[in-house]
């Protein structure tokens, strides 16, 4: 069974920094890409970083340059490392398995099968 066991979010002042973190099975870190989504009050949940199968990664537009995707291997945890956070990255974290091989990162809600139960990130101005 996939488990995917999030933590790190929490309340922080506008220019702060979180960094969230998902800890996976053997199994599933071995053989599904993890990503990280997030979901705001009244929009979609939207990809905001993913790594290939070949360890390369994607960033969201939005956050590019402030969030930073990375994994501990040894750990089999993946991390989402976030600086110089906005008021509208407030949202519901997401950590995310894809199952398969993938060439690019997948960025797509479709992509994934497995969710974790979410981390609240909140960002006051």
């Known amino acids: 069974q996939v488990q995917l066991v999030e933590s790190g979010g929490g309340s922080v002042q506008s220019g702060g920094s979180l960094r969230l973190s998902c800890s996976a099975s053997?199994?599933?870190?071995?053989?599904?890409?993890m990503g990280w989504f997030r979901q705001a009050p009244g929009k979609e949940r939207e990809g905001v970083a993913a790594f290939a199968s070949d360890g390369r990664t994607r960033h969201a537009d939005s956050v590019k340059g402030r969030f930073t995707i990375s994994r501990d291997d040894a750990q089999m945890t993946v991390y989402l490392l976030m600086n110089n956070l906005k008021a509208e990255d407030t949202a519901m974290y997401y950590c995310a398995a894809a199952p398969g091989w993938w060439s690019d990162p997948p960025f797509s809600r479709s992509d994934y099968t497995f969710w974790g139960q979410g981390t609240q990130v909140t960002v006051s101005s």
């Open positions: 053997r199994y599933t870190y071995d053989n599904y890409c």
